[in-house]
């Protein structure tokens, strides 16, 4: 096995531990702490500062701490791993056809971990201050939505590469030169 693949497997597992940890503990206790209302993440059509209000009014002071503490952790590594995942999956399906397109197709996912780590500061920072003015609730919002959009572009570069070389494979053609 290649270091690629193997740099891909790791990114990969660290992605789906990571998020399987979110999903399994730490988003539904932060749920129940709130009454029910989603985590700021979720919204990907991004939430008005009356929600953000209401959010901070209700939230418990364990979910709170849970939320600002090992939620952040997870919230942190699972957008790294993704990247690195969708990075490393991006350069490796497209090398072969020009390392100059294969390394700018790599650098699309950090447009998504760049706008999610604004995300998670700016939430972080709302639910340190226990109110938010309306400008650091926008503000979440528009990261949120953001990232949200950088993600999917990220996710369809990568299936059109899948796609191209799915193709390459059916029809045993490809319109770039080989590199070995």
Same mark, same amino acid.
């Not at 009356?50 to 919230?75: F, K, M, N, S």
């Given at each position: 096995?290649?270091?690629?693949?193997?740099?891909?497997?790791?990114?990969?597992?660290?992605?789906?531990?990571?998020?399987?940890?979110?999903?399994?503990?730490?988003?539904?206790?932060?749920?129940?702490?709130?009454?029910?209302?989603?985590?700021?993440?979720?919204?990907?059509?991004?939430?008005?500062?009356?929600?953000?209000?209401?959010?901070?009014?209700?939230?418990?002071?364990? $979910?709170? %701490? #849970?939320?600002?503490?090992?939620?952040? *952790? !997870?919230?942190? +590594?699972?957008?790294? @791993?993704?990247?690195?995942?969708?990075?490393?999956?991006?350069?490796?399906?497209?090398?072969?056809?020009?390392?100059?397109?294969?390394?700018?197709?790599?650098?699309?996912?950090?447009?998504?971990?760049?706008?999610?780590?604004?995300?998670?500061?700016?939430?972080?920072?709302?639910?340190?201050?226990?109110?938010?003015?309306?400008?650091?609730?926008?503000?979440?919002?528009?990261?949120?939505?953001?990232? $949200?959009? %950088? #993600?999917?572009?990220?996710?369809?570069? *990568? !299936?059109?590469? +899948?796609?191209?070389? @799915?193709?390459?494979?059916?029809?045993?053609?490809?319109?770039?030169?080989?590199?070995?």
């Amino acid at each position: 096995m290649t270091p690629g693949r193997v740099l891909l497997i790791v990114f990969l597992a660290t992605t789906v531990g990571s998020f399987a940890t979110m999903h399994l503990w730490t988003m539904p206790l932060i749920r129940a702490g709130t009454g029910g209302l989603d985590m700021f993440d979720l919204l990907i059509d991004g939430y008005s500062p009356g929600y953000v209000g209401l959010y901070l009014e209700v939230i418990t002071d364990p $979910a709170r %701490a #849970l939320y600002l503490g090992p939620q952040r *952790v !997870l919230d942190t +590594v699972m957008p790294m @791993a993704l990247t690195g995942t969708l990075s490393v999956a991006a350069y490796l399906l497209a090398r072969r056809w020009s390392l100059v397109l294969a390394l700018a197709l790599a650098l699309i996912p950090l447009f998504y971990l760049a706008f999610d780590m604004l995300e998670n500061a700016q939430v972080a920072a709302m639910l340190r201050h226990r109110a938010a003015t309306v400008a650091m609730a926008e503000a979440a919002s528009r990261f949120t939505i953001a990232k $949200a959009q %950088a #993600l999917r572009f990220a996710v369809t570069a *990568v !299936l059109f590469l +899948v796609s191209a070389r @799915a193709f390459e494979t059916a029809v045993g053609w490809t319109p770039w030169r080989e590199r070995k």
